[in-house]
């Protein structure tokens, strides 16, 4: 029969011996852990309502875990393409922001570093074309070739993903961004009414970690729809925005300007 001294002295080695090995355990390993799932809904809920302090700090957080981490550059690049957004809707219109540049560069570097190693994945492709569109936005005289290129990129995904909610909502985005009038805008209901229409049958599949998307194709219609001039629907696709995000500062600022007409 154990003693209680024995006991306790069993247990001490237990616990320092599972310290000893926890300070052993490689960075991945400590990094399976991480909650994906947390961080994207922080990442989304910073963009979502506009918080570009916040943006960067979670790219920080990001940034400090293992560069071994399955998802950790695939965040990394969603957060720097929400903030390289961010900056450049800040001043439509009007020269890029100097604060734009550095997320916008950093977006498509962290996006390649995961294609590194999985080269063949969709969204990390389609993340990585719309971030080099805005880096070419941003700092047109660096990357002067970003443009074709990035359209080339994006095709690429599309293919290898026709499916993919997030593939074919950055595929719409690229095409809003890189449009040079209101009816060549306005001629992308498809492609966003596309994109919602793939967030509603993926709703409906087997539940995954990426989940970020499905607000920002209603939004996108919105603003197609405004681009046609039919307000109605714009409103109607707002409105649907909002029940999947009530927080979603740019689908009231639009609500809104429908309002006062």
């Given amino acids: 029969m154990i003693g209680m001294a ?10 320092i011996l599972g310290l000893a090995w926890a300070a052993l355990m490689p960075r991945q390993a400590l990094a399976a852990d991480t909650d994906w799932r947390d961080i994207e809904s922080r990442i989304q809920y910073a963009w979502y309502t506009e918080d570009a302090r916040d943006l960067a700090k ?17 965040y990394l690049a969603l957060a720097r393409l929400h903030e390289a957004q961010l900056a450049l809707s800040a001043t439509a219109g009007a020269a890029a922001p100097p604060a734009a540049g550095p997320a916008a560069r950093a977006g498509p570097a962290a996006a390649g570093d995961a294609l590194a190693a999985r080269p063949t ?10 971030c080099m569109a805005l880096h070419s936005r941003a700092r047109a005289l660096d990357v002067p070739f970003a443009g074709s290129r990035s359209h080339a990129q994006m095709l690429r ?17 690229l095409s809003y961004a890189t449009a040079r009038s209101s009816p060549e805008r306005g001629g992308l209901v498809g492609a966003f009414q596309g994109a919602v229409d793939a967030f509603e ?13 499905g607000a920002e ?5 919105a603003q197609v729809y405004l681009d046609r001039g039919d307000a109605i629907a714009a409103r109607a696709a707002l409105e649907h925005a909002l029940l999947l995000v009530p927080e979603y500062t ?12």
């Avoid at 994945?121 to 719309?130: I, N, R, T, Y």
């Avoid at 995904?157 to 985005?173: F, G, K, S, T, Y």
């Avoid at 049958?201 to 998307?213: D, N």
């Avoid at 194709?217 to 219609?221: I, P, Q, T, V, Y």
């Fill in 121 to 130: 994945d969709a969204e990390l492709l389609a993340l990585q074309s719309l």
């Fill in 250 to 261: 740019a689908a009231h600022r639009l609500l809104d300007h429908i309002l006062r007409g």
């Fill in 58 to 74: 979670l790219a920080e957080r990001v940034t400090a875990l293992s560069s071994a981490a399955p998802l950790r550059n695939y």
């Fill in 6 to 15: 024995d006991l306790a002295q069993r247990l001490t080695a237990a616990v």
């Fill in 217 to 221: 194709a209603w939004e996108g219609l």
């Fill in 157 to 173: 995904a599309v293919q290898l993903a026709p499916r993919d909610p997030r593939v074919r909502l950055l595929a719409a985005q």
């Fill in 201 to 213: 049958l993926e709703r409906q599949g087997l539940e995954q970690v990426q989940a970020w998307g």
